[in-house]
């Protein structure tokens, strides 16, 4: 909601050089957007010309000489053990690069600090929303179950161990049929543990639109894009994101259109699932992932991702196991794969893409803005656009919200970019976690390929590397320090693949 931030005080720490809110509002100082604004929004709006620039993202094949080193992980045991939301400084133990420096540190806390503090309406959140904050989405850790995982000791006082490492919570099946709604109370939230009888928990979100298989067109029914089967613009349904918490009590959650009222669908044929013109509707749902390893899959040179491409499955594996590809009709392995490009776009940068469902995103600020828009209803200078309300004929409930909203209307941006930019370095610089004991032990033995007891863990583990054709002699080389043989080869592919022999059988499995 464009609704304008009172400035809070703002107190410098001269230690870390950076910025801290102070809790109380300061009237006299009138309305002001959420973050330091360090740097200014205009000098990074001239860095993102940079960063959509041509070649920005690509990323080189390091130098033949180059010394390589094993990744900093973050001993397992204090793994994304964190205290209460929001975070503060001292957590970042449990999530970044042990060797990351005091700048470093400084630069996530912004970022980490509004990714973890509930927001509200008079801040600018919604009005249509899915959470009041980022770790909405990525509250996993606090209905699991404490043990061998990665948050497996004791949370401190007060804390679940929430944080940008957690997926978005699941504690039961969606029933879309009481999420969906009615035209009289709109949606409903997925808040409830009863999955049979009320709408079941979780904190994914849904998506909903309509899919016309024949030409391969999705409507987001959201009220501007262009039916290309029909013509028309498509129906204000406040598509293809279904928003269930809203941020004021004047607004409800969005509500799923009922077939009668979608102009795509209508009429349904039993036997194809169509509608006349060729429509279904297609209702899905998305979850926040955790966080985990996203800096080192910016940094994977892009010639390694392309090389992986066989859209034609002209390539195949070595491999002593069986191979029925050739049985089931395959050219080669049945392995086929290709990049995901993403074309020129007016907020992102284009090229090769790495993040998200199929590899829909080229950078990570796209998925920070994403959020920030998307889900908690913030405008930026990268985006001012609001969470399009619906505008169905006949809702009762919507001339309130839409008063609410337009009181408080501005065009002025509700958060400044130092504030998404900062997530963005607080995601690069999230460490994978130590690898659990089992398979620790075995990589800093002398032979980590030596048969183990049939029956013990380190056994169960060599099996699992073995399943997926990884040398473990080769691994260990690769993940502990020291280890690699000082001619820098050891006669296996960068990623501790044997090729002579995969050991794999996808097709079998």
Same mark, same amino acid.
């Given at each position: 909601m464009n609704i304008r931030k009172r400035a809070r005080a703002l107190t410098v720490c001269t230690s870390l050089g950076i910025l801290v809110y102070s809790a109380s509002f300061l009237p006299s100082?009138?309305?002001?957007?959420? /973050?330091?604004g360090v740097p200014t929004d205009a000098q990074l709006l001239m860095q993102r010309v940079t960063e959509r620039g041509q070649g920005f993202f690509v990323v080189a094949v390091p130098p033949s000489l180059a010394v390589l080193r094993p990744v900093?992980?973050?001993?397992?045991?204090?793994?994304?053990?964190?205290?209460?939301?929001? =975070?503060? &400084?001292k957590d970042l133990d449990a999530l970044i690069y042990p060797s990351a420096t005091p700048d470093e540190r400084a630069a996530v806390l912004e970022g980490m600090t509004f990714f973890t503090t509930p927001h509200t309406a008079e801040e600018g959140a919604g009005p249509m929303a899915n959470q009041p904050f980022c =770790?909405?989405?990525?509250?996993?850790?606090? #209905?699991?179950?404490?043990?061998?995982?990665?948050?497996?000791?004791? @949370?401190?006082?007060?804390? *679940? @161990?929430?944080? &940008?490492?957690?997926?978005?919570a699941r504690s039961t099946p969606t029933n879309f049929k009481f999420t969906a709604g009615d035209a009289t109370s709109g949606g409903r939230a997925a808040d409830h543990l009863d999955a049979s009888n009320d709408t079941g928990r979780t904190a994914a979100f849904t998506l909903f639109g309509d899919f016309s298989p024949s030409t391969n067109f999705f409507d987001? &029914?959201? /009220?501007?894009? =262009?039916?290309?089967?029909?013509?028309?613009?498509?129906?204000?349904?406040?598509?293809f994101v279904q928003h269930t918490r809203p941020s004021?009590?004047? @607004?409800?959650?969005?509500?799923?259109? *009922?077939?009668?009222e979608d102009h795509n669908l209508g009429v349904i044929d039993p036997a194809t699932g169509l509608s006349l013109i060729g429509f279904r509707r297609s209702v899905g749902e998305r979850a926040g992932p955790p966080y985990i390893g996203r800096g080192l899959m910016e940094a994977v040179p892009n010639a390694d991702i392309l090389s992986n491409e066989d859209a034609g499955d002209l390539k195949g594996h070595n491999s002593s196991l069986g191979n029925f590809a050739v049985s089931l009709g395959c050219t080669s392995d049945c392995i086929s794969g290709r990049h995901n490009e993403i074309p020129k776009n007016a907020r992102f940068a284009s090229g090769l893409g790495r993040f998200g469902l199929r590899a829909n995103g080229a950078e990570i600020i796209q998925f920070v803005i994403g959020g920030l828009q998307g889900e908690l209803g913030f405008t930026s200078d990268i985006d001012l656009r609001e969470i399009n309300l619906p505008d169905i004929d006949d809702d009762p409930v919507r001339p309130a919200c839409e008063a609410a909203v337009d009181a408080h209307a501005s065009n002025a941006p509700e958060v400044f970019l130092s504030t998404p930019f900062s997530e963005r370095n607080h995601i690069r610089l999230?460490?994978?976690? #130590?690898?659990?004991? *089992?398979l620790l032990g075995l990589l800093k033995?002398?032979?980590?390929? #030596?048969?183990?007891? #049939?029956e013990s863990a380190g056994a169960r583990v060599q099996r699992g590397a073995m399943l997926f054709g990884i040398? &473990?002699?080769?691994?260990?080389n690769r993940m502990i320090p020291g280890r690699m043989p000082a001619t820098g080869d050891d006669g296996l592919d960068l990623n501790a693949i044997n090729q002579a022999d995969r050991k794999l059988n996808c097709v079998g499995c």
């Open positions: 100082l009138g309305w002001a957007e959420i /973050g330091s900093e992980r973050v001993p397992r045991h204090k793994f994304g053990v964190v205290g209460p939301f929001p =975070l503060t &400084l =770790l909405g989405c990525h509250t996993s850790s606090a #209905e699991a179950i404490h043990g061998a995982g990665l948050v497996s000791a004791p @949370c401190p006082h007060g804390s *679940t @161990c929430v944080s &940008l490492v957690s997926r978005a987001p &029914l959201d /009220g501007s894009t =262009l039916n290309t089967v029909t013509g028309s613009v498509s129906q204000p349904f406040g598509g004021i009590p004047q @607004c409800v959650a969005d509500r799923i259109p *009922t077939i009668m999230v460490s994978p976690p #130590e690898f659990g004991d *089992t033995s002398r032979d980590p390929s #030596e048969p183990r007891s #049939e040398d &473990l002699m080769a691994f260990a």
